[in-house]
């Protein structure tokens, strides 16, 4: 009988160890994660009033802090919690251990592998630029805002890609790394432009171009370079300079001509009959000046005396052209020249009576 009691009691004790330990664990899994039997009072404490000082110091050197773990890399999952009663007695599986650093660099393999810092981000759609990013060990990269937005959503730690639950997660860079690298490239890309179109700009100002239109037009900046500067750095007056230089060459131009004309020398009787063939050849009978008949240069038979005796005397000049002697000495008097050229060809000529 005492025996049976012992029995029993043994049994009992068992059996309520058991309800308690599983009580236990279903109250810090399912129902509550952050309430705990074997301490109730652990998550209810009160921290006392910080000051605003010492606050102020502290997010100073947590910025500090923030600024020197920005290229690390760590796992953002917070100590694992004691193993509940349950668990300790073998009723309930144990969580498995952490992922080693040796598994996370394979995790984080695979993750390059598949591209996963390359691509936006699967709960926003979003680029991960230089926001923070967290790998999880399902080797599925996501913005850390947005896992934790989703793990708050849905109640429980479930990989929104493979729904594998339980997972660990690690803070890293790579995203960064990349977005930086682009950039950098963009960079360089669009300084090689400035430079390689600033040595075209100074190639075109220097190199004269094979194109003849081109060629006109870089010898126009050219001249107009020189006229400019020309213009700029001249201390007098530009229009009396201009003006002066005017009448310079209005002054080289007439001593030019009459030299010319000096130059000219009084043909010779073969040449006057060379130049009188070459007006019957030519068969122009009438007086520019005056538009009225001239006389033949060919010598006149006695059919045609009279007719030609009616008319005035003409004049033949060196250049081969025929004029009235009236006509050809009116113009000379309306000419302002020392010595007019000729009304047609504005040479200068010898004349000769015929």
């Not at 110091?57 to 600024?67: H, M, V």
């Not at 020392?338 to 010898?350: E, F, Q, T, W």
Request: glycine share 4%.
């Amino acid at each position: 009988m005492a025996m049976r009691k012992g029995l029993t009691s043994k049994a009992c004790n068992k059996l309520v160890i058991t309800s308690v330990a599983f009580q236990d664990h279903i109250t810090r899994s399912l129902l509550h994660p952050d309430f705990s039997l074997s301490d109730p009072l652990l998550r209810c404490k009160r921290r006392a009033p910080r000051n605003p000082q010492t606050r102020g110091s502290q997010e100073e050197r947590g910025l500090q802090r923030q600024d020197e773990q920005e290229e690390r890399e760590y796992v953002l999952d917070s100590a694992p919690r004691p193993l509940s009663l349950a668990q300790k007695l073998g009723l309930v599986a144990s969580p498995a251990g952490r992922l080693t650093e040796d598994e996370w660099t394979h995790v984080k393999a695979r993750s390059v592998q598949q591209g996963e810092s390359a691509q936006p981000c699967a709960i926003c759609r979003e680029e991960f630029l230089l926001q923070p990013q967290v790998l999880l060990s399902c080797s599925h990269v996501f913005h850390k805002a947005c896992l934790q937005a989703f793990e708050r959503f849905s109640g429980r730690k479930c990989c929104p890609m493979c729904r594998k639950e339980q997972y660990e997660t690690r803070v890293i860079h790579d995203a960064a790394r990349l977005f930086r690298h682009q950039c950098a490239t963009r960079i360089q890309a669009c300084w090689r432009g400035y430079a390689a179109r600033k040595r075209y700009r100074t190639l075109r100002t220097s190199i004269c171009p094979k194109d003849k239109r081109l060629r006109r037009k870089f010898f126009e900046a050219k001249l107009q370079e020189l006229n400019d500067s020309f213009v700029r750095y001249c201390h007098t007056d530009t229009e009396a300079f201009l003006s002066d230089i005017n009448r310079s060459l209005s002054a080289s131009r007439r001593v030019f001509q009459q030299l010319e004309r000096k130059h000219v020398s009084e043909p010779r009787q073969n040449d006057w009959d060379r130049i009188q063939r070459q007006v019957i050849q030519r068969g122009e009978w009438d007086c520019p000046i005056c538009l009225t008949a001239l006389r033949s240069p060919s010598p006149p038979t006695a059919a045609d005396a009279p007719s030609h005796g009616q008319h005035r005397r003409t004049v033949l000049l060196s250049c081969s052209h025929l004029f009235h002697q009236l006509c050809l000495e009116a113009f000379e008097a309306f000419t302002v020249e020392g010595r007019p050229s000729c009304p047609l060809c504005r040479s200068v000529y010898h004349k000769k009576l015929i």
